[in-house]
């Protein structure tokens, strides 16, 4: 997540209209985002957080104040 992109499979993560989508990676705002000290994704393009939910799914909403459903580990991508 380096350089604000978050990648699986060779795709990458955009927000789509409120969804959290896998598409093919192209830099734009779209698939960027920003992890802050909570532990929120914020996306860059639309300033709302990826989102669980109970069922699995990913979303893209509002962010609140710190809901369990908002906050995520990334695993430290540094090679330590």
Same mark, same amino acid.
């Given at each position: 997540?380096?350089?604000?992109?978050?990648?699986?499979?060779?795709? !990458?993560?955009? $927000?789509?209209?409120?969804?959290?989508?896998?598409?093919? !990676? &192209? /830099?734009? +705002?779209?698939? @960027?985002? $920003?992890? &802050?000290? %909570?532990?929120?994704?914020? #996306? /860059?393009?639309?300033?709302? !957080?990826? @989102?669980? /939910? @109970?069922?699995?799914?990913? /979303?893209? +909403? +509002? !962010?609140? #104040? #710190?809901? %369990?459903?908002?906050?995520?580990?990334? %695993?430290? &991508? @540094?090679?330590?």
């Amino acid at each position: 997540m380096s350089d604000g992109a978050l990648r699986s499979g060779g795709r !990458c993560l955009a $927000q789509k209209g409120g969804r959290a989508v896998m598409a093919a !990676c &192209d /830099s734009s +705002a779209d698939q @960027t985002w $920003q992890y &802050d000290l %909570p532990g929120r994704i914020i #996306n /860059s393009a639309s300033h709302q !957080c990826l @989102t669980g /939910s @109970t069922a699995g799914a990913l /979303s893209v +909403a +509002a !962010c609140g #104040n #710190n809901p %369990p459903t908002q906050i995520w580990a990334l %695993p430290d &991508d @540094t090679g330590r």
